[in-house]
């Protein structure tokens, strides 16, 4: 059965801080992943796909896949207490997403 | 452009009720997925519909069963509520044709009581 693991946290990281966030996966032939932010109570809203090894750049994201060692990553550069959500990496499975369990970021003022 | 709507927002049932949700894709968007989210856990996959038909199916019991209607809309249907039901629900849509990613609506919170 496919999984996704990710640290429960909090990550805790002072404003103006990299926060970096990291993911891991066990199929080895999974392609491409979702770094999705939900606020509590909300709904998860999208950041970030990655399909191909490497770096993906977005503004403050950058998500970085390596294939090799299954696991991918979520930098977010000069970290805002808006930031302080929780963050789902997800992989794309044949119509389905499957969800780590999320890492809470805690962003300090 | 209206994103993902879902109703009702929240919910009480009583253990052994049956209950519906409901989901209207993102404009353009015709494939509907739902989604449980329990407390502190990602969101686990309950099935996805696809041309008014079950595409694929997640590891949930047949009490948990779904529609999908001519215009896309989707409805989630849970009959005999366990307290362990209580969740948030979530309905994702997408386009079949291309891949551009899913679109989540804010969620039904149901609490079974």
């Known amino acids: ?109 | 452009d209206a994103g993902v709507t879902q109703s009702p927002t929240h919910l009480i049932k009583t253990r052994g009720q049956q209950v519906t949700l409901r989901c209207s894709p993102k404009s353009g968007h015709d494939t509907v997925s739902w989604y449980q989210q329990a407390l502190g856990q990602g969101p686990q996959f309950i099935f996805q519909y696809y041309e008014e038909e079950e595409r694929q199916r997640g590891n949930f019991p047949d009490r948990f069963s779904g529609h999908q209607f001519p215009n896309y809309s989707s409805e989630l249907n849970v009959n005999a509520l366990l307290l362990g039901d209580s969740a948030l629900y979530l309905c994702a849509s997408s386009v079949s044709t291309g891949f551009y990613g899913y679109t989540f609506g804010s969620g039904t919170r149901l609490t079974v009581v």
């Open chain 1, 1 to 109: 059965q496919k999984e996704v693991e990710q640290n429960s946290g909090p990550l805790s990281v002072p404003e103006g801080a990299i926060a970096s966030l990291n993911c891991t996966y066990s199929d080895r032939g999974s392609q491409s992943f979702f770094w999705y932010r939900q606020y509590s109570g909300k709904s998860p809203e999208l950041i970030m796909f990655i399909y191909s090894n490497g770096d993906k750049e977005d503004g403050r994201f950058t998500a970085q896949l390596n294939k090799a060692s299954q696991y991918v990553s979520l930098l977010i550069r000069d970290s805002q207490p808006s930031d302080s959500a929780t963050y789902l990496c997800a992989e794309d499975s044949s119509y389905k997403l499957i969800f780590g369990s999320g890492t809470r970021l805690l962003v300090r003022p």
